[in-house]
T-cell receptor, first 114, second 113 residues
C-alpha cells in the first residue's frame, strides 16, 4: 500500500458544527502532515506529527485541533470554523525522523464552511 | 529567504505538442527538488525527485532537469495529452529545514484538442 487515504472527499459544514477529517497510511511512515490549500495557491503547512507527537504547529487557530491516535492515523478536528476556512485540506506522510523520503500526499478533503 | 519561482504562470498548448516549465530557486543548503502534478481539487502527485548529483530524471513523458549551480530546474512534457492539463508545482527542500518544504506557486497547464 503506497497511498495516503483521506476521508471524506467533500465536506460542507456550518459555522457551529463540529466535524473531523481523517487521514490514514500504511506505509510505515512516522511523520504525518496537515496542509491547507486555497484555490490557485500552494499548500500551506499547518501541523507536523513525528512519531505520533506534535512537533510543528504553524500558529494555526485553535478551532483546528489535530490528533494522532496511532502511527497510521491522523485526524483534524474542526469546530466553529469561519467561511474563510473553506479550502482543500491535504494530508501527507513521509518516512520521518528528519527525512522527507517517500513524501506522499493524499487526495484531499474539499471543505466548505457555510 | 528561501524562495521558489515558477514560470510561466499559465500555459496553453495544443494536444501532441511539447512544452517546458521552469523553476528557479534560492533555497539553501539544497537537499532535493520535486515536481508534482496537481489536478484541480486533488492532492499533488509526485512526478520526479532529484538530489544535488542528479541532472536529469524521466518519468514516462515527463523529463526533469536540474542545474544546481544556477539553481534552475525544468520540466519537459513530451507529446502532451489532454490529461496533462493540471497545475505543476516545483517543491524544494533545504537540508537544514527539518520538515519544511518550499513550494512554488505552480504553472497551470491547459492542453487543448
Amino acid at each position: 500500500d503506497t497511498e495516503v487515504t483521506q476521508t471524506p472527499k467533500h465536506l460542507v459544514m456550518g459555522m457551529t458544527n463540529k466535524k473531523s477529517l481523517k487521514c490514514e497510511q500504511h506505509m510505515g511512515h512516522r511523520a504525518m502532515y496537515w496542509y491547507k490549500q486555497k484555490a490557485k495557491k500552494p499548500p500551506e503547512l499547518m501541523f507536523v506529527y513525528s512519531y505520533e507527537k506534535l512537533s510543528i504547529n504553524e500558529s494555526v487557530p485553535s478551532r483546528f485541533s489535530p490528533e494522532c491516535p496511532n502511527s497510521s492515523l491522523l485526524n483534524l478536528h474542526l469546530h466553529a470554523l469561519q467561511p474563510e476556512d473553506s479550502a482543500l485540506y491535504l494530508c501527507a506522510s513521509s518516512q520521518g525522523a528528519g527525512t522527507d523520503y517517500g513524501y506522499t500526499f493524499g487526495s484531499g478533503t474539499r471543505l466548505t464552511v457555510v | 529567504k528561501n524562495q521558489v519561482e515558477q514560470s510561466p504562470q499559465s500555459l496553453i498548448i495544443l494536444e501532441g505538442k511539447n512544452c517546458t516549465l521552469q523553476c528557479n530557486y534560492t533555497v539553501s543548503p539544497f537537499s532535493n527538488l520535486r515536481w508534482y502534478k496537481q489536478d484541480t481539487g486533488r492532492g499533488p502527485v509526485s512526478l520526479t525527485i532529484m538530489t544535488f548529483s542528479e541532472n536529469t530524471k524521466s518519468n514516462g513523458r515527463y523529463t526533469a532537469t536540474l542545474d544546481a549551480d544556477t539553481k534552475q530546474s525544468s520540466l519537459h512534457i513530451t507529446a502532451s495529452q489532454l490529461s496533462d492539463s493540471a497545475s505543476y508545482i516545483c517543491v524544494v527542500r533545504a537540508s537544514n529545514s527539518g520538515y519544511a518544504l518550499n513550494f512554488g506557486k505552480g504553472t497551470s497547464l491547459l492542453v487543448t484538442p
